[in-house]
T-cell receptor
Framework: QKEVEQNSGPLSVPEGAIASLNCTYS??????FFWYRQYSGKSPELIMS????GDKEDGRFTAQLNKASQYVSLLIRDSQPSDSATYLC????????????FGSGTQLTVLP | DTEVTQTPKHLVMGMTNKKSLKCEQH?????MYWYKQKAKKPPELMFV???????INESVPSRFSPECPNSSLLNLHLHALQPEDSALYLC???????????????FGPGTRLTVL
């Protein structure tokens, strides 16, 4: 069973703080990793993709990947109340299926 | 145009009805997906079309029937659904075919389905 694990939260941070969201995966052959943001009642929105070890920055978002530890994280700097949402980690599996496996999501609340 | 569109936004149907959900993308993407999402759960993959051919069917009941008329359109035909089928139905697309390793998936806004 190829799994993606996330802390379900909820995670609360004050406005302006750094929010840290974590994800581990079981399929060592996974090649691509994604973070989606989903507001309540809306569809998932792709915010970051990462394919190689290290950090990838896009504005206030930084994705970090460590394939040896099978760990991917998302940092949100200068968190804003508008960042309050559920964040889904998704991992593209190896093998013939190559489909996305989603974690259960972490609910983030940024307090004004 | 970087959007995936879905119609209708909301659908209420009885267990004996037949209805269809529609999805469209004009990004030239070659893979399209149907997902089902229940409240407070992650999306569950139902079907994958790659280059207009059905390549994955995740053991979905036959009351759900997908169709890909062309590379831009994806339909999901619904018949004799059960109340437990009520969920948000999401369409997604990605640039490459199913085998492409670096396939970002982009979701449409979804259809909120209620089965009475």
């Amino acid at each position: 069973q190829k799994e993606v694990e996330q802390n379900s939260g909820p995670l609360s941070v004050p406005e302006g703080a750094i929010a840290s969201l974590n994800c581990t995966y079981s399929d060592r052959g996974s090649q691509s990793f994604f973070w989606y943001r989903q507001y309540s009642g809306k569809s998932p929105e792709l915010i970051m993709s990462i394919y190689s070890n290290g950090d990838k920055e896009d504005g206030r978002f930084t994705a970090q990947l460590n394939k040896a530890s099978q760990y991917v994280s998302l940092l949100i700097r200068d968190s804003q109340p508008s960042d309050s949402a559920t964040y889904l980690c998704a991992v593209r599996s190896s093998g013939s299926a190559r489909q996305l496996t989603f974690g259960s999501g972490t609910q983030l609340t940024v307090l004004p | 145009d970087t959007e995936v569109t879905q119609t209708p936004k909301h659908l209420v149907m009885g267990m004996t009805n037949k209805k269809s959900l529609k999805c469209e993308q004009h990004m030239g993407h070659r893979a399209m997906y149907w997902y089902k999402q229940k409240a407070k759960k992650p999306p569950e993959l139902m079907f994958v079309y790659s280059y207009e051919k059905l390549s994955i069917n995740e053991s979905v009941p036959s009351r759900f029937s997908p169709e890909c008329p062309n590379s831009s359109l994806l339909n999901l035909h619904l018949h004799a659904l059960q109340p437990e089928d009520s969920a948000l139905y999401l369409c997604a697309s990605s640039p490459g075919g199913r085998e492409s390793a670096y396939n970002e998936q982009f979701f449409g806004p979804g259809t909120r389905l209620t089965v009475l």
